[in-house]
């Protein structure tokens, strides 16, 4: 199970122009090297993808922040990386996915308890393993942890990595609905891991006595995050613990982002969220979040968790640690700098209602009908209806102080790196 957050009194930080009361620090508990040696293998093995071409860094990579640097991301049925990425001719994909793909920074912090962009799958002591998640009393058990959970979805997405229909052992079970039960698609994947002589000797060394599982091999996964991506020695961090000062401009952005331009109102604490969902009129592209009998386009959110309507097109706030290096931003990637992103927030509505899509990053899915703005009146009106955000007026200069507050918040991690080859024989991703 999680481990509980011990109690950590708040924390007076100061610089020589700023004081901020920021909350406990983060608390990242130790990671087994051994585990996260294992999962940095798994993370880069397409054998976890039903077509075994997919992994999770091809959505997640390094050379694009733990991202993929596209607003919408081809999954299964692409070839190549990041923008380059493109469709292939052999198995073209049904559609884009529909939310832009997150990153990874500081996921292994104990305040992280809700993952995905809805918050779908989070930390619950009256659900199965102490985690709800969309599968509810199905859900397996074994998972340490929600990250550990939340890490393995993606191999149930046909779009993602399970692949399309019949075309693999993989997608049939998906296809099925036989998911977490016995036998089914966890199962098989974590079979087709035991069926190889080298991962059953680095899950004996890892975890000894216990037997390679779905939930066992999510959990080494989420170590390998944990360990890889913790990213807290920022050049705020250090400022904040007396060591050198931020630059002139950074510190008045500083100042900016706690104070008038109302920044920390969400991004608030040592990783700047709040962990909340709020509303803040993103213009919509892209296939929608419907379930199989609707026909619309729209993503409305975290509605569609709670059923509660002034959850409608309510997003989950996402850290800004990093930032610098995981555009494009927004649910669906719709800004592609820190600057249009900022000037959203300043005036969304205004900013909904002139979207050009021409600013989000789409790789080419010729004959799709996905790429269209969502642009219906009913639906405008509904989506800036729920905007929570006040329009504000900042200057040119100010925005770009926040642009350079945002870059001290940058510590591009890495410890493991690529690796050269996994255990799979396939190739490896990002190489």
């Not at 700023?18 to 990242?28: M, T, V, Y």
């Not at 890889?228 to 500083?254: H, I, N, V």
């Not at 200069?397 to 940058?410: R, S």
């Amino acid at each position: 199970m999680r481990c509980l957050i011990p109690s950590v009194a708040a924390a007076m930080v100061a610089t020589a122009a700023f004081s901020q009361d920021l909350g406990p620090r983060p608390i990242f508990p130790e990671v087994d090297p051994a585990r996260a040696q294992l999962g940095q293998l798994l993370f880069y093995d397409p054998i976890l993808s039903g077509n075994r071409r997919v992994s999770c860094a091809t959505c997640h990579h390094p050379d694009f922040g733990t991202s993929d640097g596209v607003s919408l991301a081809i999954g299964d049925g692409g070839i190549g990386l990041g923008p380059k990425r493109r469709i292939d001719p052999d198995n073209p994909p049904e559609q884009r996915i529909p939310r832009n793909a997150p990153g990874l920074w500081n996921l292994g912090a104990t305040e992280y308890t809700r993952f995905f962009h809805d918050g779908r799958l989070e930390l619950d002591p009256s659900q199965p393993n102490g985690i709800r998640t969309p599968l509810g009393a199905d859900m397996t058990v074994g998972f340490d942890s929600p990250l550990a959970a939340q890490a393995m979805f993606p191999v149930l997405s046909g779009d993602e990595m399970a692949g399309h229909y019949s075309e693999n052992e993989i997608s049939r079970l998906v296809r099925q609905g036989l998911l977490a039960q016995p036998g089914g698609a966890w199962d098989e994947i974590a079979a087709r891991v035991s069926a190889i002589p080298a991962y059953r000797a680095l899950f004996e060394a890892a975890m000894p006595g216990e037997p390679i599982t779905f939930a066992n091999i999510a959990n080494v996964i989420a170590g390998f995050i944990a360990f890889e991506w913790r990213a807290d020695d920022a050049p705020f961090d250090r400022a904040m613990a007396g060591g050198p000062p931020l630059s002139p401009m950074a510190q008045a952005g500083q100042e900016l982002f706690y104070g008038a331009a109302g920044c920390a109102n969400c991004h608030s604490g040592w990783l700047q969220t709040d962990h909340d969902f709020h509303a803040i009129a993103v213009p919509q592209f892209g296939p929608g979040k419907a379930a199989r009998f609707e026909s619309h386009a729209r993503d409305e959110g975290r509605i569609r968790v709670t059923g509660k309507a002034e959850d409608a097109y309510a997003f989950r706030t996402p850290s800004l640690r990093n930032v610098t290096l995981t555009a494009p931003y927004g649910h669906n990637g719709a800004f592609p700098t820190q600057e249009s992103a900022i000037r959203h927030h300043l005036d969304p509505e205004t900013s909904l209602r002139s979207y050009d899509l021409g600013q989000a990053i789409l790789p080419d899915l010729p004959g799709s009908q996905d790429d269209v703005v969502l642009s219906s009146a009913e639906d405008i009106n509904a989506i800036a209806a729920a905007n929570e955000l006040p329009a504000k007026v900042l200057t040119d200069e100010e925005i770009a102080k926040l642009e350079a507050f945002l870059k001290a918040l940058e510590d591009p991690a890495e410890r493991l790196g690529v690796p050269t080859s996994v255990p799979s024989g396939l190739p490896v991703t990002g190489l």
